[in-house]
């Protein structure tokens, strides 16, 4: 592959090094991306969302052994969406003034102590201690890890971030499966066997760094372009609102699925703990498939298109989710766990379109708010289902996808683009 030079001692070095704020893919941004960085990134992002997913994948057997009630299983779950939400945007605004290379080893040197933590956890304040570390780690991989992605895409923006969140996406999909199979009859000790995959998630981390550090240096005298956009300072605020509500829809939506899914396949059908997991695994790895389709056709057709079909495309399903039986809810929320996921790379980069050189800050402040509304989401969904039952969970968050309409407010990027290449001095 031109662009990329082959050596033992710096595989993933590239010829031509990127500009981080390119907007559009061709064919010679195309050669210039660097595939092994973007996979290392997506495969240490699945071991990332795996390791994290175990918490929510043990809601049901920490409700038994503990005596919790649903909502302090949305407390859990609220503690390590409010720390990463909190954290993410300082580290991204942090590191967008002084890129920290090696702090995604660090970071998920949290994750490997809140997973030691929650498998020799014995009362209900040391698993909120847990899910708190869990949560820092988030805090310090997404934003740095989106940008590395960001540098390395070679233009395909909307590609590189499909591909690095479809990491995560398959690890949040694995992580049900290994509860189901090892964690469930192991006991919560095994948790500890997982710790592993976060020291290995180090040392390829690490490497990531190393390729980082090295890029900048190669193209530190090199000044960076920005591309303007033709739109005004409010035309920009009310963007980056409607995409921030945009994500409340979607990630709310998801919540009720990921943190309550398996007790409402138990509770209305009657299913066993280790059936409802394999269900919930069915939603996620549609989830994972989506996404990595939607970077891809938001770089060839435009991400309004796709944000417009991933939120408002989802509400016939959502509206008929809750009065499907066994079969059809398998098959329904396979359709909203597809179209759905294709939004959140599209809205990411939209985003960064809109405010450029401000990568960090920008994955930050979304990665951080889908984190955090969707713990909010969690606990509060989780205080309703206590108060009116899980049904009236699914029946009221059907509506949610009716958010898509504001879509209409966003602006056509091409044009601003184009606008703004007009008005420039010749």
Known sequence: MRGLRRSTR????????????????????????????????????????????????????????FGLDFGQIGLLTLTFNVTASLLQPVVGLYTDKRPMPYSLSLGMGFTLIGLILLAFAHHYWLLLVASALVGMGSAVFHPEASRIARTASGGRHGLAQSLFQVGGNFGSAIGPLLAAFIV???????????????????????????WYARHRAA?????AAVTPIALSPNKIILALVVLGVLVFSKYVYMASLTSYYTFYLIHKFDLSVRDSQLLLFLFLGAVAVGTIVGGPIGDRF????????????????????????????????????????????AIIVFAQELVPGKVGLIAGLFFGFAFGIGGIGAAVLGAL?????????????????????LTIFLPDMAEARAKARRAQPA
């Open 219 to 223: 193209s530190a005298k090199r000044p």
């Open 10 to 65: 710096m595989p993933w070095t590239m010829e031509h090094p990127v500009t981080p704020t390119a907007t559009t893919a061709d064919p010679a941004a195309a050669d210039s991306t660097a595939f092994k960085v973007i996979a290392a990134l997506g495969f240490c992002h699945l071991l990332n969302d795996m390791m994290q997913s175990l918490l929510t994948a043990l809601y049901p057997m920490l409700k038994s052994d």
């Open 302 to 345: 435009g991400r309004k298109l796709v944000i417009w079909g991933s939120i408002l495309g989802a509400l016939p399903f959502t509206l008929a989710l809750p009065y499907a039986d066994l079969a059809w809810t398998a098959v329904l929320t396979v359709l909203i766990g597809l179209i759905m996921a294709s939004a959140f790379s």
């Open 184 to 210: 469930l009859p192991k006991g919560q000790s095994s948790v500890a066997w997982f710790s592993l995959a976060a020291l290995l998630a180090m040392v390829v981390l690490w490497q990531v760094g190393g």
């Open 385 to 405: 289902a206590d108060v009116k039952g899980i049904d009236y969970v699914y029946w009221i968050c059907s509506f949610l996808p009716l958010v898509g309409l």
